[in-house]
Structures are given as structure tokens and as C-alpha cells.
């Protein structure tokens, strides 16, 4: 199985800041990688597919990066309606795990 | 807009089987795949497992011997099932639209096992 690691597991920031996220995978999954953010009590959201492509909707201070191990998402200022805990997911064998989250708190 | 509805029993008892629903409005089922996904309560997402309009199915190796997903084309759903349950399986139970990353999800239906 792949193992998906993402850190930090939790950040504190402010409204504005520039925030990264890492994923990293235990071994090359070319660019079949997405992003969620999920707040509390709520479904995901797809935020992120392809590993760069944003989804419908998505504001575009969203952006994500990287191919191979590793990837990053990035929130270029981030705004009250962001804190939330981030999860990354490999989709390019099965099992398509997740990454443990990030959350992003105040 | 696709929407998605989880149902099912919100518990069931040790050893007994899990059923779940999906109803999907807004898109015929047979034209995408989809999946369950899992969260129990404080922890992470786990992948179930995925069906293709085809009926063929995959599943996260931890639970493939207990895990069976299937299509209701005349109805528009999407069903779990999920054998001899135990605590473990406590969770949120989402499912999505999409058989490996869901791009739209149910709100999820919490299960808890427990006699």
C-alpha cells in the first residue's frame, strides 16, 4: 500500500498569512493526488484533483503543486472561512488512502 | 447539481451486518462510478471501496472479505453492506461520486456498533 505522510498535522495562523501544506507519498504516484478540506460536522470537499486542478468553484487562493512523492497545498491568504483540517488522497493504485489531515486553527 | 443522501440504521449490533443506502439525485448512477468512504469519530478518512457503472467493484484490502458494494439502477442508489460488524466500524459513513476521489459527497450517516 502507499503510505500517504502530511505535515504539519496542525498550524496556527492568521487571516492573511500564506499557508503550506506537505503530502508526501511513499512512492511515485505521478500526479493522481487531490486535496479536501473539511470543517467540523460537514462532508469534504474536493477541493483539488490532478494534483494542480482546481474544482469548480474553488477560490483560486487554492492552488496545489508537485508530482512524483511529493506535493504541497498552498492558501496564498488565508480567510476566516479556511480553518478547517486538510486531507490529501493518492488515487493512483488502491488502496486510495489518505493522509492523516492538517488542521489549520487560529 | 448532483446531490447525495446517506440512510441507513443509525445502530447496529456486534456481529450483525451494516447496511447503508446512497440516494443519488441530479445524475444517473450509471453514469460515473462511486464510493464509500469512512471517518470514525475523531480520526481521518478511510476509502471503502468503489463500484463501477458496471457493477465491478474494489475494495480497501482491510475490509474486503467483509465489504460488498452494489448498484440499484432503478432506483438510483448506491448500497453498502459490511459484515460482522464490530466497534471498529464505528463511524461517519459518506458516500461519493467518483470510485477512487469523490468530487461530491453525501453528508455522511453516523453508524455506531454497540449492543
Known amino acids: 500500500d502507499i503510505q500517504m505522510t502530511q505535515s504539519p498535522s496542525s498550524l496556527s495562523a492568521s487571516i492573511g498569512d500564506r499557508v503550506t501544506i506537505t503530502c508526501r507519498a511513499s512512492q511515485d504516484i505521478g500526479n493522481f493526488l487531490a486535496w479536501f478540506q473539511q470543517k467540523p460536522g460537514k462532508a469534504p470537499k474536493s477541493l483539488i484533483y490532478?494534483?494542480?486542478n482546481l474544482q469548480s468553484g474553488v477560490p483560486s487562493r487554492f492552488s496545489g503543486s508537485g508530482s512524483g512523492t511529493e506535493f504541497t497545498l498552498t492558501l496564498s491568504s488565508l480567510q476566516a472561512e479556511d480553518f478547517a483540517t486538510y486531507y490529501c488522497q493518492q488515487y493512483d493504485s488502491s488502496p486510495y488512502d489518505f493522509g492523516l489531515g492538517t488542521k489549520v486553527e487560529i | 447539481q448532483v446531490q447525495l443522501q446517506e440512510s441507513g440504521p443509525g445502530l447496529v449490533k456486534p456481529s450483525e451486518t451494516l447496511s447503508l443506502t446512497c440516494t443519488v439525485s441530479?445524475?444517473?448512477?450509471?453514469?460515473?462510478?462511486w464510493s464509500w468512504i469512512r471517518q470514525p469519530p475523531g480520526k481521518g478518512l478511510q476509502w471503502i471501496g468503489g463500484?463501477?457503472?458496471?457493477?465491478?467493484?474494489n475494495y480497501h484490502p482491510s475490509l474486503r472479505s467483509r465489504a460488498s458494494i452494489s448498484l440499484d439502477t432503478s432506483m438510483n442508489q448506491i448500497s453498502l453492506r459490511l459484515t460482522s460488524a464490530t466497534a471498529a466500524d464505528t463511524a461517519v459513513y459518506f458516500c461519493?461520486?467518483?470510485?477512487?476521489?469523490?468530487?461530491?459527497w453525501g453528508q455522511g450517516t453516523l453508524v455506531i456498533v454497540s449492543s
Open positions: 441530479g445524475d444517473p448512477i450509471t453514469d460515473y462510478q
Open positions: 461519493g461520486r467518483g470510485g477512487y476521489s469523490p468530487d461530491h
Open positions: 490532478g494534483a494542480s
Open positions: 463500484v463501477h457503472y458496471s457493477g465491478s467493484t
